[in-house]
């Protein structure tokens, strides 16, 4: 006898937020509102729950409006991250509007007299046999939705859908386009005023005196704030700000600060600091292998910094001792845990609302930015206050995605097969948001006059997609093998969530010595992969690149190709990328060829513009991007001493979609990034004959990886 299937269950978010009407809303107007808890950032995630609402409630796509994210009325879900927008949000959307539906066609059929199962929606309008019909927004006022949703709903079948799987335009795009104010750094408010706030260049000082004078001559200053080390100017005007900014930073004084590593030895620093030491996975042989020889190699990355093409912003406005928050924080919910921390205030005192960033990615100085505004803001006197980093603040004092070290050593056999496996990663945490802890992780708290420690940042669990060892546990069929991560417990350098955490360096890791296997193999490198892989998805988006790149070119001088392959958290989107590379004076990636599966692809042309944009940011990663310091200073604080990849050197990207819309949806966001540095990394061994392990991959490495190999 078989077992009962199990009860439905709610998705996740749904179950976390179950009010419906937290979530749809029908106005007067003809219109569909529709609040998502996830917020965009870039990743067109508003356009794709637009369409899974449209196609669940039976109306035309321009009938939705999709509201901000906001601690006043919007779903909690947590933060917008590790691309999951479509597999939380979107599955808990597309439920709640098939109990919404439901509901509205069981009130219709009592009013129009019609069995239920007759009546058919046509953009609204609900319609049966005889000509009957009435509407959604006749019925609104009938149909309550302040109730929970149930886990009986039944959204619809793939083939019934119309909307999903179809490219539609972005619904975030025309404003763009057309210079209409969007992002939070083009909006105003009424009476704003503008601050800055003074900070230290030398890592780790602290503020110890502060001479006002100068500043408070300068005209337009409205106020200055000072509580503890914390301090920061308010003016009528950007310029005022800026010029009291510069007089109050002459009357400062300043502590030592903490010296910063050698970069030139971030292994080795990494190696020597305390950590707390986690094994993440094993694998034992049915029998004991015999190697005959054992590969050791190691791969590094420098700290990389978030960059985001505006500096963070914010606004804050008090009233009494209630307090609104504009901000790109990805997590408005977890932001505000934090400033009820620093501000000693309930939680429902803090509205935070979200408002587009011009880049966001990942734990940048949003939130940070967000409370400094609301501690300016304070001596505003009931006006908003405007807080705007320079590019200076941004490279200086938001965190890094974390420097690491990974060991990887691969026992090979007689035959040079894999018969054993061993991943060491050494790196700081990867996750420092807000929200997470008993203390805020936001900058500012920690220079008040009743400071609060920086947290030293950890990682997610695996069961989250883990953190420093994201995708470290191969996806391929070795016969043994053991994963352990180093966390560190110092921090001289402030790190936390960049795009992939340790993702991108685990794929490159892992695709490197592969290949490298592959070729003391002698073997071509995509059939070796293919020989380890069980997963038929993982195959098909393998073959699916190599295929659309016409793998393998006939081999050219000065041209190298390369592949690399993941899936994403191990499981998330599989992806496959081959980069074709001109080796001359320097390395330049002149096509990426990508196949990805994320299961049902909601919008195929936001998949692929995530897919592009997520492989040009690792190419910049790979070919440029390091976060530079001396001692006792970040020294990498403009475009020129940290350049990112420019318009002349974005290489042509292709990219297939392996469309399956029998599969939940999963994000595409982050799936690019391994794939496409372990792409390069190849290809530059293709073409150069030498293999570079320390990214970036710039002409002084590529010389002392040649002067190595001799």
Same mark, same amino acid.
Not at 500 to 508: A, H, I, M, R, Y
């Given at each position: ?159 019934? $859908? ?154 804050? $406005? ?393």
């Amino acid at each position: 006898m078989s077992a009962p299937s199990p009860a439905p269950k709610l998705p996740v978010s749904l179950a976390a937020n179950p009010r419906l009407s937290s979530w749809v809303t029908f106005t007067g107007e003809g219109r569909v509102v529709i609040s998502p808890g996830k917020v965009e950032i870039g990743q067109g995630i508003v356009t794709a729950l637009a369409q899974i609402a449209a196609d669940e409630l039976d109306v035309d796509i321009v009938r939705i409006e999709m509201v901000r994210a906001s601690t006043a009325t919007s779903p909690n879900e947590g933060v917008t991250s590790g691309s999951l927008s479509i597999q939380q949000s979107g599955r808990a959307l597309r439920h709640a509007c098939a109990e919404v539906r439901r509901r509205f066609l069981v009130a219709a059929s009592e009013r129009l007299g019609v069995d239920a199962a007759l009546l058919g929606i046509d953009d609204g309008t609900i319609s049966g046999p005889g000509n009957v019909s009435t509407s959604y927004w006749e019925l609104a006022d009938d149909v309550s939705l302040d109730h929970d949703a149930t886990a009986d709903a039944i959204a619809k079948s793939v083939t019934q $859908r119309g909307l999903a799987g179809q490219s539609v335009q972005r619904v975030d795009i025309p404003d763009k386009v057309f210079a209409r104010p969007r992002f939070i750094h083009d909006s105003t408010l009424p009476g704003l005023l503008h601050g800055r706030v003074l900070r230290p260049d030398i890592s780790g000082a602290k503020l110890i005196a502060l001479d006002e004078a100068a500043a408070r001559a300068v005209p337009g200053l409205v106020a200055i704030a000072r509580d503890g080390g914390f301090a920061g100017v308010i003016a009528d005007t950007e310029a005022a700000a800026e010029a009291a900014l510069k007089a109050l930073r002459k009357g400062a004084t300043w502590s030592a600060g903490e010296p910063l590593p050698d970069e030139d030895d971030l292994a080795g620093f990494l190696k020597r600091q305390p950590v707390e030491t986690t094994i993440i996975d094993t694998r034992t042989a049915d029998t004991t292998p015999k190697h005959a020889q054992t590969l050791r190699q190691q791969y590094t990355r420098p700290y990389i910094a978030h960059a985001s093409i505006a500096p963070s912003c914010a606004m804050a $406005r008090w009233n009494g001792d209630r307090v609104h928050v504009w901000t790109h924080s990805q997590g408005v919910y977890l932001l505000r845990a934090d400033l009820a921390i620093v501000l000693k205030l309930p939680v429902e005192n803090i509205v935070v609302e979200h408002m587009e960033g011009a880049g966001c990615y990942g734990h940048n100085a949003a939130d940070d930015v967000a409370l400094d505004a609301v501690l300016l803001a304070k001596a505003a006197g009931g006006r908003p206050v405007r807080v705007q980093w320079s590019r200076h603040d941004e490279m200086s004092h938001a965190p890094f995605g974390a420097a690491m070290a990974i060991e990887i050593e691969a026992d090979l056999d007689a035959d040079k097969e894999i018969v054993g496996w061993r991943h060491a990663i050494w790196s700081n945490g990867h996750a420092a948001r807000p929200g997470r802890a008993a203390q805020p992780a936001l900058l500012a708290a920690t220079e008040i006059a009743n400071p609060y420690p920086r947290m030293i940042s950890t990682n997610p669990p695996a069961a989250n997609g883990g953190g420093g060892d994201r995708n470290s546990v191969p996806l391929y069929d070795f016969p043994a093998w053991t994963i352990t991560s180093h966390r560190l417990l110092t921090m001289p350098v402030r790190t936390s969530a960049l795009r992939t955490l340790g993702g991108q360096s685990n794929v490159f890791a892992i695709e490197s010595l592969l290949d490298e296997i592959a070729a003391l193999r002698d073997e071509d490198p995509i059939a070796f992969r293919l020989r380890h892989l069980r997963d038929e998805r993982a195959k098909d988006v393998i073959l699916a690149a190599a295929r659309r790149a016409a793998w393998k070119p006939q081999k050219r001088s000065g041209i190298g190709h390369g592949i690399g392959f993941a899936r994403y958290k191990n499981t998330g989107a599989y992806c496959a990328a081959i980069a074709e590379i001109e080796g001359t004076d320097d390395i330049r990636v002149t096509r990426l060829t990508l196949a990805v599966d994320v299961g049902e692809a909601i919008n195929p042309d936001g998949v692929i513009n995530q897919i592009e944009g997520g492989a040009i940011q690792a190419t910049s990663w790979v070919l440029k991007e390091r976060v530079r310091f001396d001692q006792t200073r970040i020294i990498s604080t403009s475009w020129t001493d940290y350049p990112i990849l420019t318009f002349s050197e974005v290489p042509v990207v292709d990219v297939e979609i392996i469309q399956r819309p029998e599969i939940e949806p999963v994000g595409a966001g982050e799936a690019a990034h391994g794939p496409v540095t372990a792409a390069i990394a190849n290809a530059v061994y293709d073409c150069l004959g030498v293999r570079v392990r320390d990214l970036p991959i710039k002409r002084d490495r590529i010389i002392a990886a040649m002067e190595l190999a001799s």
